[in-house]
């Protein structure tokens, strides 16, 4: 899929969603199923919309012949449940070998090393943090696994983060969809909460590039 296609159906997922829910019917629930175990399950797929796409669907919920609010609220988290589990698996058998790459084509060795970090200040609560966290997100469970965490724990953080962020973005879709402003300002808002989501990174890469320089200095 062309790249301008996928940021035409980012900003304008609440268009797309109807469209889907139209031509898809009751599939579009296994669509959204498969987005979200993607998204936080595969490390090649960290460019999935997120925050966003939790919103949107919210939304969708709370529109005319929408969605079933029930059947999401039941689905989407086990797909994220689901998702870090085969991701902290995938972490814990192939991802010492990963590391010790310089360079690979599929996993960009710069976001491996940010989520070690971010698990370094935040300890085990990183896999709740990371669920808001785009790319931070997707790597978590899998430099858990690396790192050989409990695999209680991890299922515990899993299980937790995985409900505070789905419940957090599709109700709050839910609630605030037919609201004036969202809904004539829909994109700016979906624009919004990605560049909300974006900054807690884009902090650290600005931190440590002034740390580095002021050390060079």
């Given at each position: 899929?062309?790249?301008?296609?996928?940021?035409?159906?980012?900003?304008?997922?609440?268009?797309?969603?109807?469209?889907?829910?139209?031509?898809?019917?009751?599939?579009?629930?296994?669509?959204?199923?498969?987005?979200?175990?993607?998204?936080?399950?595969?490390?090649?797929?960290?460019?999935?919309?997120?925050?966003?796409?939790?919103?949107?669907?919210?939304?969708?919920?709370?529109?005319?012949?929408?969605?079933?609010?029930?059947?999401?609220?039941?689905l989407?988290?086990?797909a994220?449940?689901?998702?870090?589990?085969?991701?902290?698996?995938?972490?814990?058998?192939?991802?010492?070998?990963?590391?010790?790459?310089?360079?690979?084509?599929?996993?960009?060795p710069?976001?491996?090393?940010?989520?070690?970090?971010?698990?370094?200040?935040?300890?085990?609560?990183?896999?709740?943090?990371?669920?808001?966290?785009?790319?931070?997100?997707?790597?978590?469970?899998?430099?858990?696994?690396?790192?050989?965490?409990?695999?209680?724990?991890?299922?515990?953080?899993n299980?937790?983060?995985?409900?505070?962020?789905?419940?957090?973005?599709?109700?709050?879709?839910?609630?605030?969809?037919?609201?004036?402003?969202?809904?004539?300002?829909f994109?700016?808002?979906?624009?919004?909460?990605?560049?909300?989501?974006?900054?807690?990174?884009?902090?650290?890469?600005?931190?440590?590039?002034?740390?580095?320089?002021k050390?060079?200095?």
């Amino acid at each position: 899929m062309e790249a301008s296609k996928i940021i035409d159906i980012i900003l304008h997922l609440d268009v797309h969603l109807k469209s889907w829910a139209e031509q898809y019917g009751p599939w579009l629930y296994a669509i959204l199923f498969l987005i979200i175990f993607c998204e936080t399950g595969l490390v090649v797929t960290p460019f999935l919309p997120g925050d966003s796409l939790l919103f949107a669907v919210g939304a969708l919920c709370a529109g005319e012949n929408g969605l079933s609010m029930g059947l999401i609220l039941l689905l989407l988290p086990v797909a994220a449940i689901l998702g870090d589990a085969v991701n902290y698996s995938i972490g814990h058998y192939l991802g010492p070998k990963v590391f010790q790459k310089k360079q690979s084509r599929l996993l960009n060795p710069k976001h491996l090393e940010r989520t070690h970090a971010f698990y370094e200040k935040y300890g085990g609560k990183t896999i709740i943090f990371a669920r808001f966290i785009p790319i931070i997100r997707t790597f978590a469970p899998f430099v858990a696994g690396i790192g050989n965490m409990t695999y209680w724990k991890f299922a515990t953080y899993n299980v937790v983060g995985a409900y505070v962020w789905i419940l957090f973005f599709v109700i709050g879709g839910y609630f605030f969809a037919n609201t004036p402003f969202v809904k004539k300002n829909f994109t700016l808002v979906i624009l919004g909460i990605i560049f909300v989501s974006i900054l807690p990174p884009l902090f650290e890469v600005a931190r440590e590039y002034f740390k580095k320089k002021k050390g060079t200095a």
